[in-house]
């Protein structure tokens, strides 16, 4: 969302589509930084003895084919540490593409108790896109409206990172079973490149956008291990 939202404000129109040809020479793939910080968190003596452990997935990020997954873990009686990523390697069709990495943790600070009810967040996040071909907009309201239809015929690549408070709501389906919401608000910058069509690599600049709006937002299925 923050991305196509600073993207929108360039004075040119701007696309967002990956392109795998000479001219784009960037990596979409995790850094290694990034896969050492999963590694960590995956693997880690003491997340994997936490008294919980909860398996996630966003629901309207898998609808619009985002994979992503994100881990749980119980730090005290009143907190715990959520880590959501996302990775989307995968071309749309012919014309639409939509690649890219995030990677978000956030901790968390339960009004009753871990995985019920109320909760309370501090996140930050980071993330590379490489997209385009999109086209349509999205009426959110306040938030303003998201036009990409300028966006059909070019596309844009960058990295991202934000930080923002979120609050959201667990509600237990059975024992193991559970269903979250979250929506979290903060400031991101954004830096892209621009390039003039789909297909081919001549930039047409760059730039380095502020961003002040929602950081995060998910409606996700939760499966319970311990």
């Not at 795998?20 to 590694?39: C, D, H, Q, V, W």
């Not at 871990?114 to 309201?141: E, R």
């Not at 998201?146 to 844009?156: C, G, T």
Request: glycine residues 12%.
């Amino acid at each position: 969302m923050q991305i196509r939202h600073a993207l929108t404000q360039t004075s040119q129109p701007v696309s967002l589509i990956v392109n795998n040809e000479k001219s784009n020479t960037r990596n979409i793939g995790m850094s290694p930084a990034t896969r050492l910080i999963l590694t960590i968190l995956c693997w880690s003596p003491s997340l994997l003895t936490a008294q919980q452990l909860a398996l996630k997935t966003n629901i309207p990020a898998l609808a619009v084919r985002v994979p992503n997954l994100s881990i749980e873990v119980t730090l005290g009686p009143s907190l715990t540490l959520d880590v959501a990523g996302m990775y989307n390697p995968f071309q749309v069709s012919e014309t639409k593409k939509w690649k890219l990495w995030s990677l978000q943790p956030e901790i968390r600070y339960w009004l009753c108790k871990p995985y019920s009810g109320t909760f309370i967040g501090v996140h930050g996040g980071v993330g590379q896109f490489n997209m385009g071909g999109i086209g349509g907009s999205v009426d959110l309201g306040s938030l303003g409206q998201f036009d990409f239809n300028a966006l059909k015929e070019h596309r844009a690549q960058g990295t991202f990172w934000n930080a923002g408070l979120s609050i959201g709501r667990h509600w237990i389906l059975s024992p193991r079973w559970g269903l979250e919401g979250t929506i979290g608000l903060g400031y991101g910058r954004i830096h892209y490149e621009r390039f003039r069509c789909v297909h081919c690599g001549e930039s047409i600049g760059s730039g380095n956008k502020p961003y002040y709006g929602p950081t995060r937002a998910a409606l996700s299925l939760v499966y319970m291990i311990n």
